[in-house]
């Protein structure tokens, strides 16, 4: 069977660094920080009292009322991104075979807002949940919402593999679209986690940074005094679509999804692999996948967090990858920027990718003070943004659990 | 209008994202005011919370529309 090629046709994001692509794309380039203390809770008490939070958002300047109620603030950031890409794509939604429409995400926890104040107000002697505390709580959720406003009837659901969920969704989104199942797939991921459960929750793990004193140089990655990830919440979603299906309405391709990978490291729980081997083996995966060798890769964006063993393993990998070919690549950690949006993560990076190709820009590491000896020494485009022309580009995530995903890009040529 | 009466207009208002001139007594909640299955379950959830009362599922049933919901409430306020 020949495999169908995908590309992408529309991206929409809201993220700590902007509520539109556009706006992403200029904090990227500049090297901004999304990190502020954190307004959605008193977080007095805790830990960790900042985060990288979507800014100047108000629920019903996208939904009314009743309809924000409803929703889990991820599903509602699912949507919003979801709109917006299709809107970029120009598709019209009835015309195209709504059959052949799907909708793959990718959600690490979902309404775990929700789920936190519903269980709260719990009360064994008048036990009592809102009806809507299921359907407003589950991961899939945004998936069903998002196919109704648009009325794609194809395939749809969501994969959960933590901090790669939404690679996950892109690479099965690619693989349907190729297998001729799907014409177009609205794809990418969503989180909304910066609440008591979750900030609480990584703080006891010791994964997130507790720099209270300075928020926006604690998302450090390859700093050695890194000190743990920052959360941030948001959505990104692409437009994934059959070339020919694309060719034929005119629609403006930004990029070739041309390959993904899908591995795990079967080590820990938590902790990566220490020799990366998980992570060698999906990128290796990838680029096989994308019939292209490690020397046709100009970009990496990579997972780095920001915490000790992630950061280190990482780079490790790559050189294991692309061998002499590692020192000519251009990496860089948009986490620096953005924070970690967890489940989300794999999609906005993947639109930063996109961006960065487009502009012919590499977006900078931020937040490099002090080299780490044990990292090993690549260019990660530390503190500023780089011109450079960009053909293909990887984008790593990994998740809790060994999960590893990577996408592969390539301008169209 | 009852205090209680206004109350559960209020409650209906903001629950179902209605203009509070659509909330008459006659108004059905499914038919008139676009609720769901699932908005009237928390309506009657929410009358219980506010008046301190509980409605129990075969009641709840027979609670179509705002001034069956009032009536019901209006005599179980007094019963209780």
């Known amino acids: 069977m020949e495999l169908k090629r995908v590309v992408v046709t529309g991206m929409g994001t809201i993220n700590p660094l902007g509520n539109n692509v556009a706006e992403f794309w200029d904090g990227l380039r500049n090297g901004v920080s999304g990190a502020a203390p954190i307004t959605r809770f008193d977080a007095s008490k805790q830990k960790t009292q900042f985060a990288c939070e979507v800014k100047n958002y108000n629920p019903t300047d996208y939904f009314d009322r009743k309809t924000a109620r409803k929703y889990d603030l991820y599903t509602q950031f699912a949507i919003i991104a979801a709109n917006q890409a299709v ?27 929700t789920f936190f104040n519903e269980v709260h107000a719990y009360k064994d002697e008048n036990p009592k949940f809102s009806p809507f505390f299921i359907p407003k709580m589950i991961a899939n959720i945004a998936n069903g919402m998002i196919a109704i406003e648009h009325g794609f009837k194809g395939v749809n659901y969501t994969t959960v593999s933590a901090c790669a969920s939404s ?3 892109l690479v ?5 679209i190729r297998m001729g199942k799907a014409d177009v797939i609205i794809s990418g991921g969503a989180e909304a986690a910066v609440n008591q459960a979750g900030v609480c929750g990584f703080n006891s793990m010791r994964a997130i940074s507790t ?3 300075d928020p926006k140089t604690a998302s450090r990655p390859f700093d050695k005094d890194r000190d743990g990830f920052v959360m941030a919440e948001g959505a990104g979603a692409l437009i994934l679509e059959e070339y020919e299906h694309a060719v034929k309405r005119g629609a403006t391709i930004y990029a070739e999804l041309a390959g993904g990978g899908m591995t795990c490291d079967a080590y820990h729980m938590t902790a990566p692999d220490p020799n990366g081997a998980g992570a060698t083996n999906v990128m290796r995966q990838a680029l096989e996948d994308a019939g292209l060798s490690p020397e ?3 970009y990496v964006n990579v997972h780095g967090t920001s915490t000790g063993l992630g950061d280190v393993a990482e780079p490790k990998a790559i050189i294991n990858v692309f061998g002499e070919h590692a020192k000519k690549l251009s990496i860089s950690s948009t986490k620096s920027m953005t924070g970690h949006l967890l489940g989300a993560a794999g999609a906005v990076e993947t639109i930063a990718s996109i961006l960065a190709m487009q502009n012919s820009t590499v977006p900078p590491t931020i937040n490099q003070f002090e080299r780490d000896e044990e990292v090993p020494d690549l260019d990660y485009t530390f ?5 450079r022309e960009i053909n293909v580009a990887l984008s790593n995530t990994f998740g809790f659990g060994g999960h590893n995903a990577t996408v592969v890009l390539k301008k169209l040529s | 209008m009852s205090d209680i009466s206004a109350k559960v207009k209020a409650i209906i208002v903001d629950k179902l994202g209605v203009d509070e001139n659509e909330v008459v007594n006659e108004a059905s909640f499914t038919n008139d005011l676009g609720a769901d299955s699932l908005d009237t379950v928390e309506l009657i959830m929410e009358f219980e919370k506010e008046f301190n009362i509980a409605i ?9 529309t705002v001034g069956e919901a009032v009536a019901h409430i209006d005599e179980a306020v007094k019963n209780a």
């Not at chain 1, 120009?90 to 799907?102: F, M, P, S, V, Y």
């Open chain 1, 172 to 176: 099965d989104a690619v693989n349907y």
């Open chain 1, 383 to 387: 503190n500023v943004a780089k011109e």
């Open chain 1, 211 to 213: 720099r209270n004193d």
């Open chain 1, 296 to 298: 046709d890769v100009d």
């Open chain 1, 87 to 113: 809107k970029d794509s120009g598709l019209n939604t009835d015309e195209i075979n709504q059959e052949r429409a799907g909708v793959i995400l990718g959600v690490g926890i979902g309404g775990l807002e």
């Open chain 2, 56 to 64: 129990p599922d075969d009641q709840a049933e027979k609670i179509g």
């Open chain 1, 167 to 169: 690679t996950h969704a």
